[in-house]
Each structure stands twice: as C-alpha cells, then as structure tokens.
Nanobody
Framework: QVQLVESGGGLVQAGGSLRLSCAAS????????MAWFRQAPGKERDFVSW?????NYADSVKGRFTISRDNAKNTVYLQMDSLKPEDTAVYYC???????????????????WGQGTQVTVSS
C-alpha cells in the first residue's frame, strides 16, 4: 500500500518561510520522480516543482522555492522562502514512475498523491 504523507504546512506572514516534507512508503522511492502541486480555492491543481532525473519549477516560484530529496529517508522536501499571499493553497506531493522524462509537470503522469497540507500566507 503506497502512502505519501505531507507535513510542515501552516500559517506564516508574507516574506516568511516554510519547509514542507513528504514521506513516502510502499514504493521504491529512488525509482520515482517526486513533485509538488498546489491548489487554491476555485482553481486547478497546478504544478509547483519536480525532482527526478532533472528538476524544474513553475515560473511563479522560481528563485523562492527549492525542492530536494533524501532517498535514504524516502522523503522529498519543498523549502519555501519569501512567501507571498498568492502562495496560499493546499500543497500536495505526488510520485511518478516516469523518472527519466524531460517534462513532468502534468498531473496525468503521477500515480500516487498525498492528502495535502494547508499553507496560508497572510499580509
């Protein structure tokens, strides 16, 4: 049984930082690309960042967010700095078997999803 469990969300003031974690179990972690998506009320679930054979970021978070992973701990992280109110959303981690794809921003490529963690940025 595959599980992805996010943690680290919360309430932070604009300009602050949060570090999200996603612990995976039930899969061979190093064989999967891992990603973060986010969904604000009334909006689509949008790509934020992936970490596979390559890494990438949405334009809206470049220079502010950093994805990393610790394969020994089966955990992927998202360090979020210089947070803005528009970053407010539920953040989801996801796992994809298409580790070597050049592009991994599509939700359709991900087999497994976490339950989400709320990030709220106040002004």
């Amino acid at each position: 049984q595959v599980q992805l469990v996010e943690s680290g969300g919360g309430l932070v003031q604009a300009g602050g930082s949060l570090r999200l974690s996603c612990a995976a179990s039930g899969l061979t972690f190093r064989d999967y690309a891992m990603a973060w998506f986010r969904q604000a009320p009334g909006k689509e679930r949008d790509f934020v960042s992936w970490s596979g054979a390559t890494t990438n970021y949405a334009d809206s978070v470049k220079g502010r967010f950093t994805i990393s992973r610790d394969n020994a701990k089966n955990t992927v992280y998202l360090q979020m700095d210089s947070l803005k109110p528009e970053d407010t959303a539920v953040y989801y981690c996801a796992a994809s078997p298409w580790y070597y794809r050049a592009t991994l921003s599509s939700k359709t490529l991900y087999n497994y999803w976490g339950q989400g963690t709320q990030v709220t940025v106040s002004s």
